[in-house]
T-cell receptor
Framework: KAGVTQTPRYLIKTRGQQVTLSCSPISGHRSVSWYQQTPGQGLQFLFEYFSETQRNKGNFPGRFSGRQFSNSRSEMNVSTLELGDSALYLC???????????FGEGSRLTVL | KNQVEQSPQSLIILEGKNCTLQCNYTVSPFSNLRWYKQDTGRGPVSLTIMTFSENTKSNGRYTATLDADTKQSSLHITASQLSDSASYICVVTPNYGGSQGNLIFGKGTKLSVKP
């Protein structure tokens, strides 16, 4: 069974640009959540999607947005990038019944 | 406020030695507690998951314990290997569960195993 796939794995952007990250969940998983991970801060919850609907949103500015498609694939977008947005962005999928998170390898974003 | 505190922040041990990582939480009541292993630059991988009624759970050389009375969990690694070098993250699910946004994450313990 294929795991959670995130693309791209690495990307470099400059301040003010915008970025879109993609996440393909494990087949059959309809819940997808996104996290930002920076050194010393641990994983910070961004948002969760289930059946194309945003179920919950973390404490991040409106520059961070996401969506989920009918095939459960999800994207997150960050507009007007700031230096502080440099981080590892992790996507996780789960079955609603168990809630166990299965993480992708992450997208490493560097903002210059 | 629901919190998960992990200690130590970082730890260096010699290959072959045992070590124990700590996780203290204030989340109550809670549904389950999980330990994840995260290699550098990779996504976290689940090691163990324990419900509030379980005391111990093993996964190979990894053994997690849970004391719901003191609100403490520990992850014991036996006969450490170089591949155990990673960050270990403790995650608690509150009883009101539901969304993944309700999970409480610790900041992790960074373990380095030296030859």
């Amino acid at each position: 069974k294929a795991g959670v796939t995130q693309t791209p794995r690495y990307l470099i952007k400059t301040r003010g640009q915008q970025v879109t990250l993609s996440c393909s969940p494990i087949s059959g998983h309809r819940s997808v959540s996104w996290y930002q991970q920076t050194p010393g801060q641990g994983l910070q919850f961004l948002f969760e999607y289930f059946s194309e609907t945003q179920r919950n949103k973390g404490n991040f500015p409106g520059r961070f947005s996401g969506r989920q498609f009918s095939n459960s694939r999800s994207e997150m977008n960050v507009s007007t990038l700031e230096l502080g947005d440099s981080a590892l962005y992790l996507c996780a999928s789960s079955l609603v019944q168990t809630g166990e998170l299965f993480f992708g390898e992450g997208s490493r974003l560097t903002v210059l | 406020k629901n919190q998960v505190e992990q200690s130590p922040q970082s730890l260096i041990i010699l290959e072959g030695k045992n070590c124990t990582l700590q996780c203290n939480y204030t989340v109550s009541p809670f549904s389950n507690l999980r330990w994840y292993k995260q290699d550098t630059g990779r996504g976290p991988v689940s090691l163990t998951i324990m419900t509030f009624s379980e005391n111990t759970k093993s996964n190979g050389r990894y053994t997690a314990t849970l004391d719901a009375d003191t609100k403490q969990s520990s992850l014991h690694i036996t006969a450490s290997q170089l591949s155990d070098s990673a960050s270990y993250i403790c995650v608690v699910t509150p009883n009101y569960g539901g969304s993944q946004g309700n999970l409480i994450f610790g900041k992790g313990t960074k373990l380095s195993v030296k030859p």
